[in-house]
């Protein structure tokens, strides 16, 4: 919905051609997980998932609804990204992908899920990973805090600069950083 919106939005400006900003904020993955049947059949097919490692249950529906939200959420974006490009907008366009904090379902009482040295990517106590870190949503601990960001900018960030940080930031620096670019 969210991303059909934007691409009406861009069609609503195309003669405009002034600057707009915008912030969308999708909602998957989120609880409660709620994955399309077509999107949860496409990742048992394998399609959009990675099956299970041999000699491992199947993805339970928690977790199908869950890898669901995920394909979603990135048809999602790849629709936003699409309608910038087919507008024009694309290269001149900073766009910033986020998340507000680490996967639900808290490990506890160390913060350390079980499976985490085995099979991060199939904690017992809930989908999603934090990778090596420690905590998911809600706790102390790093994973809960520290989540993937990417910057994309195009008119100023090229390939031969970019580049990859575990620094952390705060959503609250990114107002001044994008005024600051601005001038």
């Known amino acids: 919905y969210l991303a059909d919106s934007f691409s009406?939005?861009?069609?609503?400006?195309?003669?405009?051609?002034?600057?707009?900003?915008?912030q969308i904020s999708f909602h998957n993955c989120h609880i409660p997980f709620i994955g399309l049947h077509e999107a949860k059949k496409a990742c048992t097919k394998g399609e959009t998932c990675t099956?299970?490692?041999?000699?491992?249950?199947?993805?339970?529906?928690?977790?199908?609804?869950?890898?669901?939200?995920?394909t979603q959420l990135d048809n999602a974006v790849g629709r936003v990204l699409s309608a910038l490009?087919?507008?024009?907008?694309?290269?001149?366009?900073?766009?910033?992908?986020?998340s507000d904090n680490g996967p639900e379902q808290n490990c506890l009482p160390t913060g350390v899920c079980q499976n985490a040295d085995t099979n991060p990517h199939r904690p017992v106590e809930g989908p999603g990973s934090a990778g090596p870190l420690r905590g998911r949503k809600r706790d102390i601990?790093?994973?809960?805090?520290?989540?993937?960001?990417?910057?994309?900018?195009?008119?100023?960030?090229?390939?031969?600069?970019?580049?990859?940080?575990?620094?952390?930031?705060?959503?609250?620096?990114?107002?001044?950083?994008?005024?600051h670019l601005l001038g």
Do not use: Q
């Not at 790093?142 to 580049?163: D, K, M, N, Q």
């Open 8 to 22: 009406r939005f861009l069609a609503y400006r195309k003669e405009e051609r002034k600057p707009f900003f915008a």
């Open 51 to 70: 099956p299970p490692k041999y000699g491992e249950p199947p993805y339970s529906d928690k977790e199908l609804d869950y890898y669901a939200c995920v």
């Open 85 to 98: 490009d087919d507008s024009g907008y694309y290269d001149n366009t900073m766009v910033w992908f986020t």
């Open 141 to 179: 601990y790093e994973g809960g805090h520290r989540v993937a960001g990417i910057v994309s900018y195009p008119v100023l960030v090229r390939e031969e600069t970019s580049l990859e940080s575990w620094e952390t930031v705060v959503t609250m620096d990114f107002l001044p950083t994008v005024m």
